[in-house]
């Protein structure tokens, strides 16, 4: 079996990024991550940062999955 060890993420690109609000060092950051699809080792992602309630952040990006080297399959 493999495990989410055995692979590193890219950041392949990132689309529609907006910045509503600055967020300050005590503050705790709500990330809401949605997978939008996912093709081969390609991913497709949107989401939103909220600090308490208010809206943050927000953008979309793909992810690419490498297999590291290291690893065997059993």
């Not at 609000?21 to 949605?34: G, I, K």
């Not at 093709?39 to 989401?47: I, P, Q, V």
């Amino acid at each position: 079996t493999t495990s989410s060890l055995d692979y590193t993420g890219y950041v392949v690109s990132m689309n529609n990024i907006k910045f509503m609000a600055t967020a300050e060092p005590e503050d705790v950051l709500m990330m809401n991550v949605r997978l939008i699809q996912q093709r081969s080792k390609l991913w497709e992602f949107e989401g939103t940062v909220h600090v308490e309630d208010k809206l943050t952040a927000q953008a979309s990006w793909m992810n690419i999955l490498h297999k590291n080297k290291d690893t065997v399959d059993v």
